[in-house]
């Protein structure tokens, strides 16, 4: 068992014990709900609008080198430059490399997760460059120096208490200043000043437009435009898969990413930027940059059965409809995406070695792919990851040599029978010399917190016969036969 | 590319990949995404009055939107001016001295003749950037979207600034700017060229907004706090 297993098994232990946090987790994605099932309702039809969605990401994705070269030149056109990086650490490298070039000193960040899969702030702040979070949320963990625990609303699992207290000691605010809008106030205040001397803002991209070379950025705290306009650099660090094919394919995943994210009409602003400040423009960044990642996008791709993965537009949708996120929230995946998404990118971006236990940690409902925009079919994506950490051993010896037995018994009529004969008796006698849930119970893991139903007097095998013959009697003395 | 080996290295990786078999589509054909598009595959309900959807979505998501005649459009952009301004000497604002706090206008022949009689103090966006102190960013826009109750600004519209650093945004429009939908307005600033020649566009709707601390919504989160919207008839 690899290390970031042991940590998921310790991690989601305790968070599913943790009673008081899933009930703020809890009411923040009831509100989520009812705002997601009203913003459905904005559409003649929603499941339309997936289906068109998933049939343009298929089609942006299939040609997906040309439309990064047209997105390119027209970048380039602008006077913007575009680097291509194979993996993190040339992506780190690229930044830190442009950082240095122009003495930056302060960096200021607008939420983007791809960041912090390249652990870029770290790099930042190695070499000695002050890097600064500014989406809210973000600042938040930043300050508690964590990561964020949900792709689309990193602080969700923080009373506004515990914000109220974390901003005392880190920002100085007066202890009564507990409301969400003193908050508010205070971080905005914090920044401002931040804003306003940065050297350089770091952004993601929602959306890469390839007809008129844009990079669409969607938010609502408008720290994203601060971010892209006051610095003299902007720098997009971005996956290649977010391109889409035209500038008028955003009349319908504008309001379909608010939809799915937060249940808005659609986002506060949504920007595009093709470039550096114009010579007849009154502000704006001198140098434009564009960092194209692949980090393992194109193992992805080049595996047929799974390429609508990269149609992932990273609503966070499908964490807030599951079950498992909703018990063992975000911080237990220890991946940079959670959820069912991250349970299927991590795997297939970073390794089924490392990541690949987190396909276990879904219940296969399906709602992850039920709500999904673009159609991803994110649980059978879970089944067949598991599928292949199987072919390629990778469970523990201990759980392949039980499930084997499991096979065994279960392939034949009888010998199921038995087994289960056998077990039930065992289970009877085992309360007796191990106490259930005691250091002894070889079932502790699961009768620590829940008590196990008792075992049924007979098999249901047993009850069908006796049913099903004393049935079979009833009717025929009724019909008159023998 | 000099410079950068991983250009050719991953386009190459995303050739070979996508040689692989694709994936079944969910049968759906490509679509033209224009808003008939949109309207025949019963994706989005037609508009009928788009002003009155206008003037609805702009009460949902709290744009200030005022009505106007070219006869009382500068009298109420001064009066908004004004109390603003009066807004940060009675200390509500953000402390600073009003001596340095302006009105931030983008310098259009329409807008200097709207400000012409003010008393707020005026930083034309010809003498440079906003500042941090500017009580007020004045701006013309490039459209107006009815579905979502949104307005389309520019680099060319006074800067990337101007709409979003000072607290309060005020744009001044036009009812021939108002469109029905969002592909409408692409339609528009792509065959003007105007999307080509600018390097920064933003689709605004609403004032600036957070519910990061327990799902609450904040209004004026970085950005302003207010959004007044004056439109022409």
């Known amino acids: 068992m690899t290390r970031g297993e042991r940590s998921f098994h310790r991690v989601s232990a305790r968070a599913s014990q943790d009673l008081p946090q899933q009930q703020i987790v809890r009411e923040s994605l009831l509100t989520y709900g009812r705002a997601l099932d009203a913003g459905r309702e904005r559409f003649a039809s929603w499941q339309r609008a997936r289906d068109l969605c998933h049939a343009i990401k298929a089609e942006a994705v299939a040609d997906l080198d040309a439309h990064l070269l047209r997105f390119e030149e027209k970048v380039q056109a602008r006077g913007g430059q575009v680097f291509w990086a194979g993996n993190a650490a040339e992506a780190r490298e690229y930044i830190l490399g442009v950082a240095q070039r122009a003495g930056v000193r302060l960096v200021i960040k607008s939420k983007s997760m791809v960041s912090e899969e390249v652990h870029l702030t770290a790099a930042l702040e190695a070499a000695g460059i002050e890097t600064l979070e500014t989406d809210l949320g973000e600042f938040i963990v930043q300050l508690r120096h964590e990561p964020p625990y949900h792709i689309v609303t990193p602080a969700m699992h923080l009373r506004r208490q515990q914000i109220a207290e974390l901003f005392q000691r880190e920002l100085h605010t007066p202890p009564g200043a507990e409301s969400a809008e003193e908050l508010t106030a205070a971080a905005r205040q914090s920044l401002r000043g931040k804003f306003v001397n940065a050297d350089m803002g770091i952004t993601g991209a929602n959306f890469l437009i390839a007809d008129e070379g844009l990079v669409a950025i969607t938010e609502n705290e408008g720290n994203a435009r601060l971010t892209s306009s006051l610095p003299r650099i902007h720098v997009v660090l971005t996956g290649i898969e977010k391109i889409l094919p035209r500038l008028a394919d955003l009349a319908l995943f504008w309001p379909v990413l608010a939809t799915a994210a937060t249940g808005q009409p659609i986002s506060c602003y949504n920007s595009l930027i093709g470039g550096p400040r114009r010579a007849d423009e009154v502000d704006g960044p001198e140098q434009f940059h564009v960092v194209l990642l692949d980090n393992g996008r194109t193992n992805v791709l080049a595996d047929a059965e799974r390429r609508d993965v990269m149609y992932c537009i990273r609503c966070g949708a499908c964490l807030n409809v599951c079950p498992v996120f909703h018990t063992i929230g975000g911080h237990a995946y220890g991946a940079t995406y959670q959820g069912p998404i991250g349970s299927v990118l991590m795997p297939l971006l970073r390794g089924m070695e490392e990541f690949g236990h987190l396909s276990y940690a879904s219940s296969l409902c399906g709602a992850c792919t039920e709500i999904c925009p673009v159609e991803i079919d994110l649980h059978h994506h879970l089944i067949h990851i598991r599928r292949d950490v199987a072919q390629r051993r990778l469970r523990p010896a201990g759980e392949r040599r039980g499930l084997g037995l499991w096979r065994w018994a279960a392939s034949d009529a009888r010998r199921f029978e038995r087994a289960g004969n056998l077990l039930r008796r065992l289970l009877r006698y085992k309360n007796a010399a191990m106490p259930e849930g005691s250091r002894f119970d070889p079932l502790r893991p699961w009768t620590r917190y829940r008590a196990l139903t008792p075992p049924a007097a007979e098999s249901f095998r047993q009850w069908w016969r006796r049913e099903h013959s004393a049935r079979t009697f009833h009717a025929s003395k009724e019909t008159g036969h023998t | ?233």
Request: some cysteine.
């Open chain 2, 1 to 233: 590319m000099s410079g950068n080996p991983s250009r050719e290295r991953v386009l190459e990786l995303i050739r070979a990949a996508l040689t692989a078999r694709p994936p079944q589509t969910n049968g759906l054909n490509r679509v033209p995404n224009r808003v008939v598009g949109l309207y025949a595959l019963g994706i989005l309900a037609p508009i009928e009055d788009s002003l009155a959807r206008f003037c609805a979505e702009c009460e949902v998501n709290r744009t200030e939107l005022h009505l106007t005649t070219s006869e009382n459009e500068a009298a109420l952009l001064c009066d908004l001016l004004s109390q603003a301004q009066l807004a940060l000497k009675s200390g509500v604002g953000s402390g600073q001295s009003e001596n340095e706090s302006h009105a931030y206008v983008q310098d259009a022949p329409e807008l200097r003749r709207l400000v012409e009689g003010c008393k707020a103090p005026i930083r034309w966006s010809s003498t440079g950037p906003p500042l941090e102190s500017d009580f007020a960013g004045v701006t013309l826009a490039e459209a107006l979207v009815a579905r979502t109750g949104s307005v389309l600004v520019s680099a060319r519209t006074g800067g990337r600034a101007a709409s979003v650093l000072p607290p309060l945004h005020v744009v001044c429009t036009q009812i021939s700017q108002l469109v029905s939908d969002l592909s409408d307005a692409f339609d528009r600033v792509q065959s003007s060229g105007r999307v080509r020649d600018v390097s920064m566009l933003s689709l605004i709707t609403g004032p600036s907004r957070t519910s990061d601390i327990e799902k609450m919504l904040v209004m004026g989160a970085h950005g302003p706090r207010r959004l007044v919207i004056l439109l022409r008839r």
